[in-house]
């Protein structure tokens, strides 16, 4: 197991660092099904992409922009920052107009909030696991056509649920990096696009695919 005073591996029978000397004590703690150990360094890391992969996944009804590649890198600037106001701006009014009566929001404000608010509360927890001190990086990875059918299907989804017209799909992975004390561990999440007129707009109806990438 790893020291989690100096870095350093130790057998896993160990009670003290054989480097240091602190003891090896283990702590666990779980997100979600998955449990770690606390004194494992890289344990700690793995916790950390996983909250970052949430905060990702959790605002997969998102926004669109210019061209798919700026959907995605707006869309993790957004996420990170907790900036909900950003995403509804670049949300379709049909898909607006549909959250907030899915979600019995008496306007755009409400709902705004409410999303600033879930963003903020998954940041605090990766802050909690990190100490404060880690660094989160992202990039594009593959990007995908749909296929035939799939794109079929998504026309007919968004005709008729928001009677919208899409042109085209595609999925894109989003590779997340996070640094701290300085070991690396990286995830990633895969969304779905469409794109709606001359703009490119994060899927509706597509979950995301995380992969955690732990090795562990």
Not at 60 to 67: I, K
Not at 96 to 125: C, H, P, R
Not at 182 to 207: L, P
Request: aromatic letters at 10%; glycine letters at 8%; hydrophobic letters at 40%.
């Amino acid at each position: 197991m790893f020291c989690g005073k100096c870095g350093t591996n130790n057998a896993d029978n160990a009670i003290v660092c054989t480097r240091c000397g602190a003891p090896l004590k283990k702590k666990t703690i779980k997100i979600g099904s998955f449990e770690f150990d606390w004194d494992n360094k890289m344990h700690k890391i793995g916790a950390i992409v996983i909250a970052a992969v949430l905060v990702i996944g959790l605002m997969v009804l998102m926004f669109g922009g210019r061209s798919y590649k700026s959907v995605a890198k707006k869309y993790c600037k957004a996420t990170f920052n907790a900036d909900g106001k950003t995403m509804i701006s670049l949300f379709p009014d049909e898909v607006v107009d549909a959250m907030i009566d899915d979600g019995d929001f008496d306007n755009k404000q409400e709902l705004i909030e409410e999303i600033d608010e879930a963003l903020q509360d998954t940041l605090d927890f990766v802050n909690e696991i990190a100490g404060g001190d880690y660094k989160v990086s992202y990039k594009i990875g593959n990007v995908s056509d749909a296929s035939n059918r799939t794109l079929r299907d998504l026309k007919e989804d968004y005709d008729d649920e928001f009677d919208i017209k899409i042109s085209a799909a595609k999925t894109i992975e989003i590779v997340l990096s996070v640094q701290i004390d300085g070991h690396k561990q990286s995830g990633s999440v895969v969304i779905g696009v469409v794109k709606i007129g001359r703009s490119w707009y994060v899927d509706t109806f597509t979950e995301p695919d995380i992969d955690f990438g732990l090795g562990f």
